[in-house]
């Protein structure tokens, strides 16, 4: 399971979904990408790109040009994850609709007011013995 877990956190995370598509057409530098996906941060786009790289589904090659220039690129075996996370892709925008809609009528009937807090649910406190 540790195995699978570890995997899935990387393949399933969005950022890696969206490089990845992206990268499926061919080699991109950091700034085509980030300009692409646009809501990602400097930070967390080097995150993702360094971690793809380390699992061996992206490779960085840098260009000794001035300023230096930084192509990423899919591996052989980051170009084997194209086919089912285009695939995931796929079916989230097919099927952002219908679940746009039942986060709607799930709002819409849920009497339960969102907490961040979990509440306690130890009944009030008994008074404190005191010694005699």
Same mark, same amino acid.
């Given at each position: 399971m540790r195995a699978i877990s570890e995997t899935l956190g990387r393949i399933g995370d969005k950022w890696t979904v969206l490089v990845v598509e992206l990268l499926a057409d061919g080699p991109m530098r950091? /700034? +085509?990408? #980030?300009? &692409? =996906?646009g @809501? =990602? /941060?400097q930070r967390m786009l080097t995150l993702t790109l360094r971690g793809l790289e380390r699992d061996g589904l992206v490779t960085r090659t840098v260009? *000794? &040009? =001035?300023p230096p220039r930084v192509d990423y690129e899919l591996t052989r075996l980051g170009r084997t994850l #194209? +086919? *089912?996370?285009v695939a995931i892709?796929?079916?989230a925008r097919k099927h952002r609709p219908a679940i746009v809609e039942a986060r709607k009528v799930f709002d819409a009937? @849920? &009497?339960a007011k969102p907490s961040h807090r #979990? +509440? /306690? #649910?130890r009944g009030p406190a008994l008074p404190r013995r &005191? @010694?005699?």
């Open positions: 950091f /700034s +085509e990408l #980030r300009r &692409t =996906i @809501s =990602i /941060s260009y *000794p &040009t =001035i #194209r +086919e *089912p996370l892709a796929d079916w009937g @849920s &009497t #979990r +509440e /306690s #649910r &005191t @010694s005699h």
